[in-house]
C-alpha cells in the first residue's frame, strides 16, 4: 500500500527537515521580522559615503560623479528594455548570437572605438568588455598560455615583476603557470637586462610576458620596446596591464607609449608592439562598477578560437565563444558605451591634463614642505606619488595604501597618493595640511 506524503513526512521526522530547509526558517524570524528602522540606519551609513569620496587618495578610483547626461542615457537604456529582464551578451560579440537579448552591438562598437585609441588595425581587431581588469588579464594570459603551446606544444612560463599588480599572481597560480620573478630598476620598471637572463636561463620555454603600465604602488612603466628588443628570436605572447595607465595615456603626449603598432621606418610597414591589452573602466573613466576592456588582434583570436575549440561544444549556444565566462552583462556595454564618444574624449582629455598637472604640484609641494617624506615620482606619465609612512591619523583619514618598501635592504613602511580627477588642489591642499599636523 502506498504511503501518502503528509504520514511518509511524519513518520520519518523529514516534516521538520523541510521545515527548517524553507528560506524564512533559515533566515530566522528575528532576521525577517528587524524593525524597518534597522535597515533605515544602513542606509543613513551609506547616506555619508557621498561627502567622504573626494577624500580617497590612496587608490586608483574617479569619485568624480558621471554627468547628468549618462544618467539619462541610462534611463534611454531601460526604455527598451535593458535592465528591466534579463539580456545576456554570451559569446563571440562579434559573431552572430542564438540568444538575442544582447548588447553585442555596442560591445563591438567600444572595442572598435577604443581599439583605434590604441592603435589596432580596424581590420584586425576583437575583444570584450569584462567584468573587470583581472577578467581582461585573464583573458590575455590564458590566450597566450594556449596560443604559445599550440605553437610549441610546450607550456610556457609566465615572466612579471613583483610591482605587477597582484591579480597577475593570483591568475598564475589559476591558469597553473611557473613563473619567473624579473627584477625591477631603482624607478620600479622591469629590468630589461634581468629579464634576458631570465630568458636564457628558460631556453626551453615560450615565453608569456606581462607589462605593466603604471605600476600598482609606485606607478613606474615597462619598457615594452626594451621587452620587444629581448624577445627577438624567441616564441612569445606580450599582454599589457594597462588598468589605470591605460585610460589616460590616449590623452596626452605619451599616447604613443600604448600604441599597438608604429611605423617600421626601415621597411615602410608596421611593427606589432603588443599582443592583447587590458584597461578598467572603473579606475580613470569613472564608470560606476567594476568592468574592464580587453583587445587583441583577431588573428591572435581566431588562431585561439581554432584551439579552444577543442575544448568546447558549440551545440549549445551554436557558436565557439572564444571567451572564458560564458554569461556576461549586457548593461555595462551598454553604459559604457556613454564613454567613447567625442564629447566623452574631450572631457577626458582635460581631466588627463588636470591630473597630471596636480601630480605635478603635489609633488613639488611635498618636496617643498615634506622633504623628510622623500616623496618620489616615478616617471612624468605618472600621476602617483609615494613617500614614507605618514601619521595613521592621516593614512585613515585619505584611506592610504600602505605597504613596505626595500629601502637600502630594510622594509621601510612606505605610502602613496594616486592623483585622480576627483583630487582638485582643493583637496591636495587639505591633504598638505594634515601632513603637517602632528598626532594628537
Known amino acids: 500500500?502506498?504511503?501518502?506524503?503528509?504520514?511518509?513526512?511524519?513518520?520519518?521526522?523529514?516534516?521538520?527537515?523541510?521545515?527548517?530547509?524553507?528560506?524564512?526558517?533559515?533566515?530566522?524570524?528575528?532576521?525577517?521580522?528587524?524593525?524597518?528602522?534597522?535597515?533605515?540606519?544602513?542606509?543613513?551609513?551609506?547616506?555619508?559615503?557621498p561627502q567622504q569620496k573626494?577624500?580617497?587618495l590612496g587608490y586608483p578610483i574617479n569619485m568624480t560623479a558621471p554627468p547628468e547626461e549618462f544618467f539619462a542615457w541610462r534611463k534611454e537604456l531601460f526604455a527598451v528594455g535593458l535592465n528591466q529582464f534579463s539580456f545576456n551578451n554570451v559569446g563571440n560579440p562579434y559573431a552572430h548570437s542564438h540568444v538575442p537579448f544582447n548588447s553585442h552591438l555596442f560591445e563591438r562598437e567600444l572595442i572598435n572605438r577604443f581599439g583605434a585609441v590604441y592603435g589596432f588595425s580596424p581590420d584586425n581587431i576583437w575583444g570584450f568588455l569584462s567584468n573587470s581588469g583581472t577578467d581582461s588579464n585573464m583573458h590575455g594570459l590564458y590566450m597566450g598560455r594556449t596560443l604559445l603551446k599550440s605553437q610549441t606544444g610546450v607550456i610556457p612560463k609566465i615572466y612579471f615583476t613583483r610591482e605587477a599588480h597582484y591579480s597577475i599572481q593570483i591568475l598564475t597560480d589559476l591558469l597553473n603557470l611557473e613563473w619567473v620573478v624579473v627584477s625591477t630598476a631603482r624607478d620600479g620598471s622591469m629590468d630589461i637586462d634581468d629579464l634576458e637572463r631570465q630568458l636564457k636561463a628558460n631556453a626551453n620555454h615560450p615565453a608569456l610576458v606581462v607589462a605593466t603600465i603604471g605600476t600598482t604602488f609606485k606607478g613606474a612603466v615597462d619598457s615594452i620596446e626594451g621587452i620587444q628588443a629581448k624577445l627577438k628570436g624567441r616564441t612569445a605572447y606580450l599582454h599589457l596591464d594597462a588598468a589605470l595607465f591605460g585610460g589616460y595615456l590616449p590623452h596626452t603626449q605619451f599616447a604613443t607609449e600604448l600604441l599597438h603598432e608604429i611605423s617600421d621606418e626601415g621597411t615602410g610597414g608596421k611593427v606589432k608592439r603588443y599582443d592583447s591589452i587590458a584597461v578598467s573602466c572603473h579606475k580613470f573613466f569613472g564608470f560606476p562598477a567594476p568592468a574592464g576592456l580587453f583587445i587583441t588582434t583577431r588573428a591572435n583570436f581566431e588562431t585561439f578560437l581554432t584551439q579552444f575549440g577543442k575544448i568546447h561544444d558549440p551545440d549549445y549556444i551554436l557558436q565557439i565563444p572564444g571567451t572564458i565566462t560564458c554569461s556576461r552583462d549586457a548593461v555595462k556595454p551598454a553604459e559604457f558605451y556613454f564613454f567613447s564618444s567625442e564629447a566623452a574624449f574631450s572631457k577626458q582629455a582635460a581631466d588627463a591634463k588636470s591630473m597630471l598637472d596636480n601630480t605635478t604640484y603635489l609633488l613639488k609641494e611635498m618636496m617643498a614642505h615634506y622633504s623628510y617624506l622623500q616623496p618620489v615620482r616615478a616617471n612624468h606619465q605618472s600621476n602617483t606619488i609615494y613617500f614614507r609612512k605618514p601619521s595613521d591619523t592621516v593614512v585613515n583619514r585619505y584611506s592610504l595604501a600602505a605597504m613596505g618598501i626595500e629601502?637600502?635592504?630594510?622594509?621601510?613602511?612606505?605610502?602613496?597618493?594616486?592623483?585622480?580627477?576627483?583630487?582638485?588642489?582643493?583637496?591636495?591642499?587639505?591633504?598638505?595640511?594634515?601632513l603637517g599636523k602632528k598626532e594628537g
Open 1 to 49: 500500500m502506498l504511503m501518502n506524503r503528509r504520514k511518509f513526512l511524519g513518520l520519518t521526522g523529514a516534516s521538520a527537515l523541510v521545515a527548517t530547509c524553507t528560506p524564512s526558517a533559515a533566515l530566522g524570524q528575528s532576521l525577517l521580522n528587524r524593525p524597518q528602522e534597522t535597515f533605515a540606519a544602513m542606509l543613513k551609513n551609506m547616506q555619508g559615503l
Open 54 to 56: 573626494n577624500m580617497l
Open 407 to 434: 629601502v637600502d635592504r630594510k622594509r621601510v613602511p612606505y605610502a602613496h597618493v594616486v592623483v585622480m580627477p576627483h583630487a582638485n588642489k582643493k583637496i591636495l591642499d587639505r591633504f598638505l595640511t594634515d
